[in-house]
Nanobody, 125 residues
Framework: QVQLQESGPGLVKPSQTVSLTCTVS??????????WSWLRQSPGKGLEWMGAIAYDGSIYYGPSLKSRTSISRDTSSNQFTLQLRSVTPEDTAVYYC?????????????????WGQGTQVTVSS
């Protein structure tokens, strides 16, 4: 079974960059035709799709965070990463990585068949 695990610092200072890694086991991030997404959930805003990297390396970003977000991957380690720049306290959330078999088009939990457990990121003022 596919498993995903987020890792990274839980506390980040304002204006800095959040860097998170998703480690995938039980399946390759290059397998056709899966998409590997970053999402976050915060009180009052719900689930927000941040972007994804596809099996072929194509990268897609959600419109609201596109200017501050970078997604990349390392196929040798079967990992993909998220960088969110210039963070503010409003970026405080639980961050998830997840897999889908299509490019997500809704903020909908059931678009994804596998999830990481999530990691809390707090941006201190």
């Amino acid at each position: 079974q596919v498993q995903l695990q987020e890792s990274g610092p839980g506390l980040v200072k304002p204006s800095q960059t959040v860097s998170l890694t998703c480690t995938v086991s039980g399946g390759s991030i290059t397998t056709t035709s899966y998409y590997w997404s970053w999402l976050r959930q915060s009180p009052g805003k719900g689930l927000e799709w941040m972007g994804a990297i596809a099996y072929d390396g194509s990268i897609y970003y959600g419109p609201s965070l596109k200017s501050r977000t970078s997604i990349s991957r390392d196929t040798s380690s079967n990992q993909f990463t998220l960088q969110l720049r210039s963070v503010t306290p409003e970026d405080t959330a639980v961050y998830y990585c997840a897999r889908s078999d299509h490019l997500p088009y809704q903020n909908y939990w059931r678009e994804y068949d596998y999830w990481g457990q999530g990691t809390q990121v707090t941006v201190s003022s």
